[in-house]
């Protein structure tokens, strides 16, 4: 039976070291040090009691039986993390690992007249936090391949029926004998948002509202909206900005959680210019902000498309070790000399493939039957319009009508003769840490669609074939001959007319 929610959760009293615990496959676990801490419970390095107590490769972690935590993250592990499982998928991708920790066990003890629950682990190294807080921000290269494996683990626990919800840095931890290995651990606020294949229902709850940790949390969740798969990729969209720029825009207001959202809001309302300028001077976030852009753009109860996503962060698809380095990294600026756009063909080439990559996207086929669980089949459910909600509604119909304007764009860049093109980035581009607390302070002045961009992981200039994002495509384009006549054309006739109206209203 869960426990009950509405009680303040207490830490336990610790247990002894050297107390024996039976799991519930009768098991036993023989407690060693208490190794750390949370707001509910405690973690110790655990050993098999047939085994000689050498270098501790288990923690077990206990609470109050009454806690809710460690309740919840053992049901994710039973019903969508055991160890074959993670084994099959591992092989189905062709990974060389996953970032789930493992699952040992389970069981309840007794002392001093309490109930405790306990849940043995794999143990881990090193969280990012505590590397954050002795070494500052990462280098950009080690970030984006954070981001790559952090949506490898968010594929596996979104197609099984899960979403984490509270991505960051201290839940970030390093494998224990292999560092170069990255784990999202604590499961204790992991939520069912697809049930049997039965997606959660958009439903805004002020109540329920701004939960989650508040520097990170998800704008869906600020509103009180169940999380879906978007607030886990929202989520970590902020956790790699701050690990590369240092802050958030909203850091200083996170005791006023409307503040916090205004300014989410306005962050991702105006991209990709908004996290231009935050970056500080020396930074480029271009695969941040483009990232971004596509969870924003995810409808409720739409499946992402993993492997685009991964292609931002990472167009090479080349993972290399973990390098945690404060050493600062150059941004190059595209001069005349840089890469050009070599011929109409190419461009025409690279154009079609963008526009086909997002027609895949809206295709309906693709937001249908999907696994929610390797081997099982979700049917999507089938709703008349009438019987959406009214928020839902319009949120789609907004969506559909920015991918058709986008895609009508493409179009006419396609149409247009191609020449030779650069642009540097403007210096307002490189403003340091702008205030988005407020829409006063927040410039709603468009980003210029012409400015192309360097990934400092060793990629050049942003190429179309590499990134999904439109603004490096519009950079590639400039306006032909036959655009700037039609300009003309059109001008002058509007100006005749205007004219023409004058005289007529001036003789009446």
């Known amino acids: 039976m869960p426990p009950r929610r509405n009680e303040k959760y207490k830490l336990p009293v610790p247990l002894p070291e050297g107390k024996v615990l039976d799991d519930m496959e009768g098991k036993q676990w023989v407690l060693g040090e208490m190794i750390g ?13 047939n085994e000689p107590h050498k270098d501790a490769r288990h923690v077990i972690k206990v609470e109050y039986q009454e806690n809710g935590p460690l309740f919840s993250e053992l049901k994710f592990y039973q019903r969508a993390a055991k160890k074959e499982c993670i084994k099959k998928w591992i092989e189905q991708k062709q990974l060389d690992y996953l970032g789930i920790p493992l699952f040992y066990g389970s069981g309840l003890t007794e002392f001093m007249g309490r109930r405790y629950r306990f849940m043995v682990m794999e143990r881990l190294g090193m969280d990012l936090q505590k590397i954050s807080d002795q070494n500052g921000t990462f280098k950009k290269s080690t970030v984006l391949q954070l981001g790559v494996r952090m949506l490898d683990v968010l594929e596996y626990v979104h197609e099984n029926e899960y979403v984490h919800g509270d991505i960051k840095a201290a839940n970030l931890l390093l494998g224990y004998k292999n560092p ?18 039965n997606h959660k229902q ?28 978007r607030s886990d990729l929202e989520i970590l969209g902020y956790c790699l900005l701050r690990w590369v720029c240092g802050k958030l825009p909203w850091e200083r207001n996170l005791r006023d959680p409307v503040a916090v959202q205004t300014a989410k809001a306005n962050l991702l309302d105006e991209l990709p210019e908004s996290v231009l300028k935050w970056a500080p001077s020396g930074s480029s976030c271009c695969e941040i902000a483009q990232y971004l852009a596509c969870a924003h753009n995810l409808a409720y109860d739409e499946k992402p498309n993993y492997q685009m996503l991964k292609k931002i ?31 109409q063909k190419a461009a025409t080439k690279q154009v079609n493939q963008m526009r086909n990559r997002l027609i895949e996207k809206t295709v309906p086929s693709e937001r249908g039957a999907e696994s929610c669980a390797p081997g099982r089949t979700v049917q999507k459910e089938e ?9 839902t509604a319009q949120e789609s119909t907004r969506r559909r009508q920015k991918y058709s304007e986008l895609q009508e764009f493409l179009n006419a860049v396609r149409r247009s003769p191609q020449k030779d093109s650069f642009m540097q980035f403007p210096n307002s581009f490189y403003e340091p840490h702008q205030d988005f607390t407020s829409p006063q302070t ?67």
């Open 180 to 197: 170069d290995q990255v784990y999202l651990a604590d499961y204790g606020l992991a939520y069912r948002y697809c049930p049997n294949g």
């Open 202 to 229: 958009y439903q805004e709850n002020p109540r329920k509202g701004h939960n989650g940790t508040m520097e990170f949390t998800s704008l869906d969740a600020h509103k009180g909206v169940p999380l879906s798969r």
């Open 313 to 343: 962060l990472n167009p090479g698809g080349i993972l290399n070790p973990l390098e945690f380095s404060t050493k600062e990294e150059s941004v190059s600026v595209h001069t005349p000399d840089c890469q050009k756009v070599d011929s």
């Open 37 to 49: 801490s949370g707001g509910f419970g405690l973690v110790y390095l655990a050993f098999p009691a």
């Open 383 to 391: 709703k008349p319009i009438g019987s959406l909600n009214k928020d």
């Open 442 to 508: 927040f410039n709603k002045s468009r980003c210029p669609p012409w400015y192309t961009c360097a990934s400092t992981a060793g990629m050049g200039i942003t190429d179309l074939e590499s990134t999904t994002g439109f603004w490096p495509a519009i950079s590639q384009f400039t306006l032909s001959e036959e655009s700037k006549a039609d300009v003309y054309y059109y001008g002058f006739t509007i100006l005749f007319l205007l004219i023409l109206v004058g005289l007529a209203l001036y003789f009446l």
